[in-house]
């Protein structure tokens, strides 16, 4: 693939190996934009905490609501990662995209107006006035593909 690095990786207790391909950015923004629920992390208290989110690509960021609470007060003007990986079947390819950068809520009234009109449906009913928006200075992501039952469980005798 254009932009991206190939390398060999030997999958454990085999001989087999397999191809991880790094993605250009332009490959992980389009897996992030196929995609509906990743994974935010921060860091409460000096301990990372993950939490599923529902997000949206706009403009090269990712942008979720949330309500008041652990979200909001940890990730809002500090450094987060988020997550999302896949898998494709018919391929048998796993893939994993990272996004680390800035979170900042949204609050200016016209960038809160764009924000609202962004095809956001968090799946939990509760409300979610907060708009929070990552803005990354990393993205990073791999594509490899999945080893079988055999390669990734070796069976040890003895």
């Given at each position: 693939?254009?932009?991206?690095?190939?390398?060999?990786?030997?999958?454990?207790g085999s001989?087999?190996?397999?191809?991880?391909?790094?993605?250009?950015?332009?490959?992980?923004?389009?897996?992030?934009?196929?995609?509906?629920?990743?994974?935010?992390?921060?860091?409460?208290?000096?301990?990372?905490?993950?939490?599923?989110?529902?997000?949206?690509?706009?403009?090269?960021?990712?942008?979720?609501r949330t309500?008041a609470g652990?979200?909001?007060?940890?990730?809002?003007?500090?450094?987060?990662?988020?997550?999302?990986?896949?898998?494709?079947?018919?391929?048998?390819?796993?893939?994993?995209?990272?996004?680390?950068?800035?979170?900042?809520?949204?609050?200016?009234?016209?960038?809160?107006?764009?924000?609202?009109?962004?095809?956001?449906?968090?799946?939990?009913?509760?409300?979610?006035?907060?708009?929070?928006?990552?803005?990354?200075?990393?993205?990073?992501?791999?594509?490899?593909?999945?080893?079988?039952?055999?390669?990734?469980?070796?069976?040890?005798?003895?």
């Amino acid at each position: 693939p254009s932009g991206a690095r190939v390398y060999e990786v030997r999958l454990m207790g085999s001989e087999s190996a397999g191809l991880v391909v790094e993605l250009d950015e332009s490959a992980c923004w389009g897996l992030l934009r196929s995609a509906e629920v990743g994974r935010l992390a921060v860091v409460v208290n000096h301990r990372t905490e993950i939490f599923p989110i529902n997000f949206v690509v706009d403009h090269a960021t990712v942008v979720f609501r949330t309500a008041a609470g652990t979200k909001l007060d940890w990730a809002a003007g500090r450094d987060v990662a988020f997550e999302v990986d896949g898998y494709e079947p018919d391929s048998g390819v796993a893939w994993s995209v990272v996004v680390k950068g800035l979170a900042r809520e949204v609050k200016g009234m016209y960038e809160a107006l764009d924000a609202l009109e962004l095809p956001l449906f968090p799946w939990h009913t509760s409300a979610k006035p907060h708009i929070i928006r990552i803005e990354p200075d990393q993205v990073t992501g791999r594509r490899f593909k999945v080893a079988d039952r055999p390669a990734r469980h070796p069976v040890h005798e003895g």
